[in-house]
């Protein structure tokens, strides 16, 4: 008699071992198997818009922080140096000054994924030191050194730059982890939600957005301190307030939607968590990212506060295109293991020494600092090209200009640019 009705749905998903027990059938694995391809074709629809963002918002009057995000996407996207497009966006961050949480903290993200990035380490270095002027007394952070209010959004974003500056070498004081991790714990409310500032009322205004914002950082802190029990409860509250908001993942009109689930995906990956609310968190946000991209690539979020620089044809917004196609790869890391250098010294460039140990060796010696100094002077009259173009990358960051120094020619062609060098070092040692 063959089997009918409800009971033969919930056999069709298992097979019978020969030597007895079930099998899981080819169902779900085929599901799985469709989902991957499906977001292997909407990654390629991607990428095209992807790019057309990248060469918006590559315009001098964009925002560095949105730079920095699309620029994020393109690098987990797979985009290489070499393409116009992503040289130019590099070379354009490279040359930005950030002075608020997102910018810094979201160019220090793309420091930290970047290795071939200018100047990568004075960067990162310069800009943890002004990010932690973000940070107010009480742990959390502002939009800006002058704002002492703080946010949950801003701190994860804060975190988030902390985090990568440590990776790129960059020292952090354990305090600055402590405070950011009581402060993150204060925002909690009794039922394990969080909340945008401080003045939460009691289980009505955490939001899944900021809940995974407060799940990441006390992750991140985590980290950073150690195993901490009060962490570790405070984390698991956070997941447990997911358990009672099912309808919240996968669903395009939960508030700032776009922004949340890479936010999820953050918090999932730092705690190893792969079910929310007893769902597959990444199956369900990938189901919903595939079914609303746009036909020209990209995508747009009407719950999402703010979309950034917007494109037509389909291209989508930049903000939720680059939060899409981020959540889509899943490249975040839960460790980012510290950035050992390749030390390249002057005496070790030669004729032919590529460009890269020519910049490696210029970055190198601004993190030096004001030490460096007399060796650069030295170089700037070597007979070695590559060292003269090293030594005047270093000077140009040491001292703020280069003087009318020109690497390629030698030391009598640039007399009087030594000479200038030579009477600031004299000024300022």
């Not at 992503?86 to 490279?94: C, I, K, P």
């Not at 409860?233 to 890479?262: M, N, S």
């Amino acid at each position: 008699m063959p089997i009918v009705g409800p009971m033969a749905r919930a056999m069709s998903t298992l097979l019978p071992l020969a030597a007895g027990g079930w099998l899981l059938a080819a169902g779900p694995v085929r599901a799985q198997e469709d989902l991957d391809a499906d977001v292997r074709q909407a990654l390629d629809k991607a990428r095209p818009a992807l790019l057309a963002h990248l060469r918006e918002v590559s315009k001098p009057d964009a925002r560095p922080g949105e730079l920095a995000l699309v620029l994020l996407a393109a690098v987990h996207d797979g985009v290489e140096a070499g393409d116009r497009t992503f040289d130019a966006a590099v070379e354009r961050l490279a040359k930005a000054k950030p002075d608020q949480t997102y910018d810094l903290a979201l160019r220090l993200t793309v420091l930290e994924a970047l290795p071939t990035f200018p100047d990568r380490l004075a960067l990162a270095k310069a800009d943890t030191r002004q990010l932690l002027q973000c940070c107010g007394r009480s742990g959390g952070f502002g939009y800006s050194k002058a704002d002492g209010g703080g946010d949950l959004s801003n701190t994860q974003y804060g975190a988030l730059g902390l985090r990568a500056g440590a990776a790129l070498g960059v020292d952090i004081e354990r305090a600055v982890w402590q405070r950011l991790a009581e402060h993150t714990g204060g925002l909690q409310d009794a039922y394990g939600g969080f909340g945008y500032t401080r003045r939460l009322r009691l289980g009505n205004d955490a939001t899944a957005s900021m809940t995974a914002a407060g799940i990441a950082v006390l992750a991140i802190c985590r980290q950073q301190l150690g195993a901490r029990p009060e962490l570790d409860r405070q984390i698991d509250r956070g997941w447990q307030w997911f358990a009672k908001k099912p309808q919240v993942v996968g669903e395009p009109r939960t508030p700032w939607c776009l922004y949340f689930h890479y936010g999820l995906e953050r918090a999932a990956i730092l705690t190893d968590v792969t079910t929310v609310a007893a769902a597959d968190w990444y199956a369900a946000g990938a189901r919903m990212l595939v079914q609303k991209q746009l036909p020209g690539g990209g995508w747009r979020s009407p719950a999402d506060g703010h979309n950034g620089t917007q494109l037509d044809r389909g291209r989508g917004d930049s903000v939720p295109t680059a939060f899409a196609v981020l959540f889509l790869r899943r490249k975040f890391q839960k460790e980012v293991a510290a950035v050992t250098p390749h030390v390249v010294r002057l005496v070790n460039l030669g004729p032919r020494s590529p460009a890269r140990d020519v910049d490696a060796c210029a970055e190198q010696l601004v993190a030096r600092g004001k030490p460096a100094v007399p060796e650069v002077l030295q170089a700037l009259r070597s007979e070695v090209e590559p060292q003269r173009r090293a030594a005047a990358k270093a000077l140009q960051g040491l001292a703020g200009s280069g003087f009318g120094y020109e690497p390629a020619g030698d030391a009598a062609a640039n007399r009087d640019a030594i000479k200038a060098a030579e009477l600031w070092w004299l000024r300022h040692r």
